[in-house]
């Protein structure tokens, strides 16, 4: 240093200051003097490197401490012996997460440095098809998927069994590394340990120090009654596995319903179309349809019933998904116009033909009415 100012005086605090007044100070001062801000006056720039380094000291208890009994020389004495904390370089920056911490309220660079914590592994979908019957009553059922898991022989360590980790020469167990860039000191992701801190003195030979292998597995999957298409299915540490003993991620199972040949859907209720010959749709009757629930549902069909209309029956359709009760069927009559008839059934028809007035048919006298209408026939 070419001056010894003393770093209260300099970050304008007094001596009872506490952590957050500190990087108060610090934080204004920082905004007031930076390079950016001042177009790159010298004056301004020393004065920056001059509370950067203040605050370095003063920000860490235990250089404070040294610094409030011994002066400069503490800290200086500090920060040639190479201990363990955050260390100023020799322009008096600190590395450039911190000064975007500071100045800015969040890190830029993921935080002021510090060993990695264990990733998970990642989450894993199963696609998984389904029948609507299986839909509607749930069902027990297995699954085999191929997935990354602990190796057996480490126990998921990576470590070959008998031996250890160690300390990463590198980092010196700290998980990152610095590096100078200008005037700045950028902390970045350790390229021996990568991030943990720690590297294995001898690796696995089954897992190659991955603390991980490809295997097949089978799990049994249970799919309650009521689940629809993209119903996602959550198995808890059934994902890949973690690197060296990191925790496993999440398996989603996701659920495709295969067509019915009878019924569609929508949410709980089951449609269904009808056909019904268009003696019964005239003098009324009724038919049965077959339910999910494997009961023969009797459909009462009214007298003069018309194409398109529909008929329903409570309580017949899905069944609510975690919950209780069931949704309806519905069913939709199309009236089917015979297309083989008898000679006998054709003068059947003949004679009823002769005996319509119009009346029976009311939709269809209207309409051709309202063409006379038009045509001023």
């Known amino acids: 240093m070419t001056t010894e100012i003393d770093y209260y ?15 108060s100070a610090y934080r204004k001062l920082a905004m007031k003097y930076h390079p950016d801000k001042t177009g790159g006056c010298a004056e301004s720039e020393a004065k920056f490197k001059a509370v950067s380094q203040a605050y ?56 002021g440095g ?30 085999e998927i191929e997935v990354s898991a602990a190796c057996d022989t480490c126990d998921g360590s990576g470590a070959q069994p008998g031996t250890g980790v160690k300390t990463c020469g590198t980092c010196k167990g700290h998980g990152q590394v610095r590096a100078q860039q200008g005037f700045f000191v950028v902390e970045r992701t350790c390229p021996s340990c990568h991030g943990a801190g720690q590297v294995i003195e001898s690796p696995c030979r089954a897992c190659r120090g991955e603390g ?31 690197a060296r003993g990191a925790p496993a991620g999440d398996l989603y199972i996701f659920l495709h319903v295969k067509r019915h040949s009878l019924f569609e859907r929508e949410g709980t209720t089951l449609f269904c179309r009808c056909p019904v010959s268009f003696t019964t749709a005239s003098l009324g009757g009724s038919i049965e349809v077959p339910g999910l629930d494997g009961v023969r549902h009797e459909i009462k069909i009214p ?30 009559i199309d009236v089917e116009t015979p297309t083989r008839l008898t000679a006998r059934q054709k003068e059947l028809l003949e004679a009823f033909r002769e005996t319509e007035t119009g009346e029976e048919c009311p939709a269809s006298t209207g309409f051709f009415g309202k063409i006379k209408d038009l045509w001023g026939d």
């Open 9 to 23: 005086t300099l970050l304008e605090i007094e001596r009872t200051a506490d952590g957050a007044q500190i990087k």
């Open 212 to 242: 991980r292998v490809d295997k097949a597995k089978s799990l049994s999957v249970n799919i309650p009654a009521g689940v629809d298409e993209g119903t996602r299915i959550r198995l808890t540490g059934e994902g890949e596995a973690g």
């Open 114 to 143: 510090g060993r990695q914590q264990q990733r998970r592994g990642a989450d894993l979908r199963y696609d998984l098809e389904i029948s609507l019957d299986e839909a509607y009553h749930g069902k027990q059922t297995q699954i």
């Open 303 to 332: 007298a003069g019933i018309q194409s398109g209309k529909q008929i329903r029956q409570r309580g017949a359709g899905m069944p609510v998904l975690n919950g209780r009760g069931q949704g309806d069927l519905v069913v939709q």
């Open 56 to 111: 370095e000291c003063l920000k860490d208890p235990q250089k404070r401490a040294a610094y409030d009994r011994f002066g400069h020389a503490a800290y200086t004495q500090h920060e040639q012996g190479g201990g363990g904390g955050h260390r100023a370089n020799a322009g008096g920056f600190s590395d450039l997460g911190d000064i975007f911490e500071t100045i800015f309220g969040q890190s830029g660079f993921g935080g």
